[in-house]
């Protein structure tokens, strides 16, 4: 026995011995440079190509069988125009391995490859000829053992231009370094690349550090102790930068991927906005059947047009499979801060969906809300509702209910939408009081030489909205009301509000709005206020402090223009009003009248004067509005002491107005501190200028005339009521 083993060992060592002396005679005497013509044409005839190569090349066949090649550059098909090259790459296998038909290969390395992939309009590439299959018989295919020693792949860039869509893609400076690669083997990567693209535009430098193990068996691979940096720009993103860390797992034939641990950092600028996300997924398990997660959590920081926002989402306890899954309860937060005000924002709710049914479940919703700022009340503002929210995403439907505090407001809310493209919305909500100036933008008041701003309703052209509205205390504009009822309706641009009613100033208005907002937006307004206090109201609504008195408004307008100047100057229909019990503010006409005798022959113009004004106990008007202009030829103003008609204009496009009204004092002035020498005399009196600064002017020359006419008229009666008396006592003469 110990003979036989001696003689094998002798045996094999003079196999082992002469291959090796075989080897070292084949390197020293064979040269493959003196047949690079040969491979040339080789390639030539078989592949269309030209091949070039301008180096030497270097065979090795002890310790390990490879090969070295300088210089290399291939064509494109059937063309000398370049498609590839390489400036060194270097190959070599162990040799032993060899023996047992297994492949190990010791040294991988590419040094300076360049190559560019085409892909034609009709589909094809510029490598198709390459790709073809050579035919093998299944009695040739033999087992070989993926087992590299190392890779080392530097100085490569690889470019790609699709003909058709115009897409190019570029992979700069690729570097990469391995260490073992085999099955079940881990082996550190280090991987750096620069990725360029015009679609999607794309302008990043990344860089990969991990180790990798994998099984081509069972098709598993896994990512250990990953570092993974991103920087540069991406799509309207700059000054991009993402970080990703962890473990990550998969399995191919199992559809199965996991990570043990995994987070990710992304940070950038679009625009005037910089965001700042963070992703965090530990034990996370997916797989075809079913996943799960421990916990999953994204958050985000944005700094910009609305001020910084962080926003931070969480997702415990998710469990699901294939057609459904549960979330025990869902958190998002969001925080909100800009120059005047801070919003905090949390949402939470139980989740439930179903994948193949696409229904989606927040059956125990909480929202709550808290505002901070100088001009909410008492600077601090918090409110929480409750309630569900159930989408179809087949349907395409999304239903939400909610009720309670919204700010300073308690709120009942039934929300629908249809359609995603184009969404339907239908609501049904009640508000028990709402004060929306402490949300609005304070107003300056300062008058700029800025161009106005055109009206954008470009936002309603595609509202398809049905709903109603009510609330039980308005304060819009500081216009105060109550029991006020919306019911909107809008599609295609064009919005109606009917009924638009409620209480307000001890009225009633009751009316109708609409809007069309196509390229130059319209408006038209149909409104009846009824027992309204006039003055209240004006003063409210506009700071206007001119008239009194209780009653009747009705108004039927339409406008239309790009601006408000615009449509103030098409405004176009018909107003009335008709007061009780007022005045009109800036000028007492009677005690004007009455103290005129040093006036006569002359006109008298004044400002107006808010100590003074003239009483009624009724005014009617009615105008006609044309071009922004309301006509009026029907004033009829009454009182005890005075009567007041006029015809005239007001100029509603340019703030102002020209109006000329005639006072007439009553015949008897006694026990109101006047004289009869001015009872039943007429004055004109002209109200002009803007209504910032109207003036009143009272032609007391008209009034000379007047009182004339007066003494010619008292006259006549005088001689008329002598001659009817003379006249009765010659007739009585005459019967006797």
Known sequence: ????????????????????????????????????????????????????????????????????????????????????????????????????????????????????????????????DLLGKDEQHEDDKQAVKFDI???????????????????????????????????????????????????????????????????????????????LQVSGSALDISNLKLKASGDASANLAAQEYGANKFRLNATGVKGKDAFDATLDAPALSMTRDKFSGEKLAFNAKLDGAMGNLVAALAIPGLEGNAESFNVAKLTLDLDVKQTAQAFKVKLTSPLSGNFKTKQFDLSKLTLAVNATGDRLPNKSVSSEMKGRMQADLLKESVQLDLSGGLLQSQVAAKIGVSGFANPAIKFDVDVDQLDADLYLPEKTGKKTSEPEQALDLSALRSLNLDGSLRIGQLKVA??????????????????????????????????????????????????????????????????????????????????????????????DGNMSLNLSDGAIKGINIAKKLRDAQGMLGKAQTQSANQNEKTDFSELKASFSVNNGVAHNEDLSLKSPLLRLTGNGDINIGNDSMNYLAKATLAKTLEGQGGRDSVGGITVPVRVSGPFSDLKYTLDFGAMVSEVAKQKVDAKKEEIKTKVQDKLKDSLKGLFR
């Open 478 to 571: 500081n216009i105060r009301s109550s029991k006020v009822r919306l019911d909107v309706k809008a599609r295609n641009g064009q919005v109606n509000v009917s009924p638009l009613s409620a209480n307000l100033y001890q009225g009633s208005m009751n009316g109708s709005l609409s809007v069309n907002a196509q390229a130059t937006p319209a408006i038209a307004i149909n409104q009846k206020l009824t027992g309204i206090n006039v003055a209240a109201l004006t003063k409210d609504a506009a700071d206007f402090d001119t008239l009194e008195g209780r009653g009747n408004v009705a108004m039927n307008l339409t406008m239309q223009g790009g601006t408000v100047s615009a449509m103030k100057k098409a405004m």
């Open 149 to 227: 020693a190392r890779v080392t792949v530097e100085k490569t860039s690889l470019s790609y231009r699709d003909e058709g869509t115009g897409a190019q893609y570029a992979l700069k400076e690729l570097n990469l370094k391995t260490g073992r690669i085999a099955n079940g083997v881990p082996g550190k990567i280090a991987l750096s690349v620069g990725v360029q693209a015009n679609q999607p535009k794309l302008d990043i430098t990344t860089q990969l550090a991990t180790t990798l193990t994998f099984d081509l068996d069972k098709q598993s691979y896994q990512l250990a102790d990953m570092d």
């Open 1 to 128: 026995m110990n003979k036989i083993v001696k003689y094998g060992l002798i045996g094999a060592g003079s196999i082992v011995g002469v291959a090796v002396a075989g080897a070292v005679y084949i390197a020293a005497t064979f040269d493959p440079n003196d047949y690079k013509e040969e491979i040339i044409s080789a390639v030539k005839e078989s592949r269309q190509r030209t091949l070039h190569l301008d180096g030497d090349i270097k065979l090795t066949f002890f310790p390990s069988l490879g090969a070295n090649l300088g210089k290399v550059s291939l064509s494109e098909h059937k063309s000398d125009q370049q498609f590839a090259a390489i400036e060194t790459a270097r190959v070599s296998l162990a040799l032993m391995p060899l023996l047992s038909k297994q492949v190990v290969v010791s040294e991988v390395l590419v040094s300076g490859l360049t190559a560019t992939l085409v892909r034609h309009r009709d589909g094809t590439t510029n490598i198709d």
